[in-house]
């Protein structure tokens, strides 16, 4: 059974063009050819980012940070209560309005501190900016090597200024160094990245980034048995130009400086706006699509490929759509809040002006606020709770 269904995956129609088989693609003559076996060693290669990564954000992030004046806001706790601890644990982290009255009855306290507890509980549970920092730092680091590796990767071939260049004797295309090692660091990489989501900052779209991570992966493994390579890494180049200014946006955001912050945040958008809206399509989807009706004729995996980064296309006109409307926003001074953002919990204390616990409240437990530029696993970008980056507190 295993055998038979490996034989149909494997079936040369789905992968190579017409009058061509997985013989043709032999090593010989000098020409290594890409092979599915060469990605073994992207897990490994996960499981040394993580290491990698650990050893970074302590070492170099964390004093980074410091020096930035990023620093953890003061919480206040929420008083150990072991009805409620179990209520939140169990039911719900948000109860409604019956059961908050309910479980003020229960543990002899009055709805408004019963919602006071939750509040602070589910703040509890948010991770805190210096956490956030960190993460960014190490993607800002990874892809600001990649892209810089891209550049020096692909700048001396000819494909890389003329794309018709790109489909001459495809398949039968040696795979080069500089190749080989661009995508099993970045499949390397994005295995990390599934890795490690469980514990990193989890966001509303926590699914959308599994999904986003699984498809990436799935991409570049079927460009890579599929001889796609050359392709594969434009298309890697012109996603991490603007994934370098969102880091970066992102971690003066967390430093509050806000001047700063905004200024890359308008660049990133114009950056986004040419690399994903013009140079992805007219560039690279031209180049897939047109050329290589050129030199043979359309299979499986010509539209398999094209589809998806028709699919990639698509998502980019959603988010430059949300990008050029935050913009819009703060040009004008009016951008307050996205609609996909996380943002911790305020502390509101309405009423009871006698109420002490009320009068700390107002004083003393703001919110974290944050307003950072966030993405759902690949330089997508959303905004959060107030202007383009800066930090509000309310």
């Not at 070492?59 to 806001?73: D, F, Q, W």
């Not at 980019?316 to 001074?333: C, E, P």
Request: aromatic share 16%; charged share 25%.
């Amino acid at each position: 059974m295993i055998a038979a269904i490996s034989e149909w995956f494997w079936w040369d129609r789905l992968w190579l063009p017409y009058n061509l088989t997985w013989s043709d693609l032999q090593d010989k003559e000098g020409r290594v050819y890409a092979k599915v076996s060469h990605l073994y060693i992207t897990v490994p290669l996960a499981v040394a980012f993580l290491v990698v990564r650990y050893l970074f954000e302590r070492s170099i992030a964390t004093p980074c940070a410091a020096l930035l004046g990023v620093k953890e806001p003061m919480r206040l706790q929420a008083a150990h209560n072991s009805v409620l601890e179990l209520y939140f644990i169990s039911h719900a982290r948000n109860p409604g309005q019956a059961d908050i009255d309910g479980l003020s009855k229960k543990c002899s306290l009055t709805a408004r501190q019963v919602e006071r507890w939750f509040r602070r509980r589910r703040n509890r549970d948010r991770p805190g900016v210096l956490k956030k920092f960190r993460e960014a730092s190490w993607r800002l680091a990874f892809y600001l090597c990649a892209f810089i590796g891209g550049l020096v990767a692909l700048h001396d071939k000819e494909w890389f200024y003329d794309t018709r260049q790109m489909w001459i004797d495809y398949p039968k295309q040696s795979m080069l160094d500089s190749q080989y090692w661009y995508y099993v660091l970045e499949m390397g990489f994005y295995w990390s990245l599934l890795f490690s989501i469980t514990f990193d900052v989890k966001r509303k779209d926590f699914k959308e980034q599994i999904i986003h991570h699984l498809a990436t992966l799935i991409l570049l493994s079927f460009s890579w048995c599929a001889n796609y390579i050359r392709v594969g890494t434009l298309v890697m180049i012109v996603h991490h130009a603007s994934d370098v200014l969102l880091e970066s946006a992102k971690l003066f955001n967390y430093a509050k400086w806000e001047k700063t912050c905004n200024s890359i945040f308008v660049v990133f958008a114009i950056v986004f706006l040419v690399t994903r809206l013009i140079i992805f399509p007219f560039w690279v989807i031209h180049c897939t699509w047109v050329y290589p009706l050129d030199y043979y004729p359309p299979f499986f995996g010509y539209y398999f490929f094209n589809v998806m980064l028709v699919v990639l296309l698509l998502l980019h006109i959603f988010w430059a759509y949300l990008i050029l409307r935050m913009v819009k926003k703060f040009l004008f001074g009016s951008l307050t809040k996205d609609e996909r953002s996380d943002n911790e919990e305020d502390e509101e204390d309405e009423g009871d002006e006698g109420d002490e616990e009320d009068e700390e409240d107002e004083g003393d437990e703001e919110d974290e606020g944050e307003s950072s530029m966030a993405e759902d696993g690949d330089g997508h970008p959303k905004a959060t709770n107030g202007s383009s980056c800066s930090a509000n507190h309310h």
